[in-house]
């Protein structure tokens, strides 16, 4: 490596630690000279999102559009997750429910749909509404038989939070690029799952996405927002990054097919182990095509 390489690195290097890293914790004089970037800081930054390539349809030889499910429980998915109690950390760290909650209502997230092929836009009052559950209890219905009126300690709220988002669901594309000559994802949807809010209490409630968000849409949030990054706390990693680079564990249960595009579920019943195995044989085709590509 030749002088001016490892200039150029270690220039690289401090630059990316400035930039990600939590501004000017070292030298704040007050707790509130911490995240205040210098005016050097702020030029040096380059606070966009990396842009996607442009891809021309001519180019795509092969593709297949995949859904996958994203589950929290597993330990690898936790920086989706946590954290889920934010009265006790500081306003730089948010679950990815929370940050695609904030943008949707302060209206960075201008439009939300009703599925996964983004045809119906839902409004922030049509998630409200499944959200949030309002109940009277026992003596709030005695009273109300009684002809009074119902006290305020005897309504209970049940309202959807960080901590009750079980897994994502995201949609995606794989696509072979004849001009690169290699297989590429292109990460199009997400959706948080949450349970029923009807029956979030019961043991096993249904699970249903809240709403579908089109992930390019979301780049710039996603980009500012950071996950915790376990190795080293200094290096942050945005969520648009930690996703693009495929940086969670997902399971395929639905891929586009010839049945409506219906899910592993819909023809592999009752059987878990079976449509675990059904979702790694089609990840394995998949990854197939390229090898195949180059096998004479």
Same mark, same amino acid.
């Given at each position: ?91 730089? %760290?948010?679950? /990815? ?7 949707? @209502? !302060?209206?960075? +997230?201008?439009?939300?749909? &009703? ?103 979301? %780049?710039?949030? /996603? ?7 376990? @190795? !080293?706390?200094? +290096?942050?990693?945005?969520? &648009? ?56």
């Amino acid at each position: 490596m030749n002088l001016k390489s490892f200039v150029l690195t270690v220039a690289c290097v401090v630059i990316a630690n400035s930039a990600f890293a939590q501004a000017n914790i070292l030298n704040a004089k007050s707790p509130e000279e911490i995240g205040v970037k210098t005016d050097a800081q702020i030029l040096m930054d380059n606070d966009k999102p990396l842009e996607y390539g442009y891809v021309d349809d001519r180019d795509i030889l092969y593709a297949t559009m995949i859904w996958e499910k994203v589950v929290l429980d597993e330990r690898i998915n936790f920086p989706m997750y946590y954290p889920i109690d934010t009265n006790n950390i500081g306003k730089d %760290r948010r679950s /990815l429910f929370d940050v695609l909650m904030r943008s949707v @209502k !302060n209206g960075d +997230i201008e439009n939300i749909y &009703d599925d996964s092929y983004f045809t119906t836009k839902r409004t922030l009052k049509d998630i409200e509404a499944s959200m949030v559950l309002v109940d009277t209890t026992e003596l709030g219905i005695e009273q109300f038989n009684a002809g009074e009126t119902i006290s305020p300690e005897y309504i209970s709220k049940r309202e959807i939070s960080a901590a009750d988002v079980k897994e994502y669901h995201i949609k995606g594309m794989y696509y072979f690029d004849k001009r690169l000559g290699e297989l590429k994802y292109r990460l199009l949807g997400i959706a948080p799952v949450v349970p029923d809010v009807n029956f979030i209490d019961e043991d096993e409630p249904d699970l249903v996405p809240l709403f579908w968000v089109f992930f390019p849409d979301a %780049r710039d949030v /996603l980009h500012h927002a950071k996950a915790f990054n376990g @190795k !080293n706390s200094a +290096i942050p990693i945005s969520f &648009d990054h930690l996703l693009n680079s495929r940086r969670f564990n997902g399971y395929i249960f639905r891929e586009k097919n010839v049945q409506g595009n219906r899910a592993i579920t819909e023809y592999i019943t009752d059987n878990a182990l079976m449509q675990l195995l059904e979702s790694d044989r089609i990840k394995e085709r998949i990854r197939d095509f390229e090898q195949d590509m180059w096998t004479y």
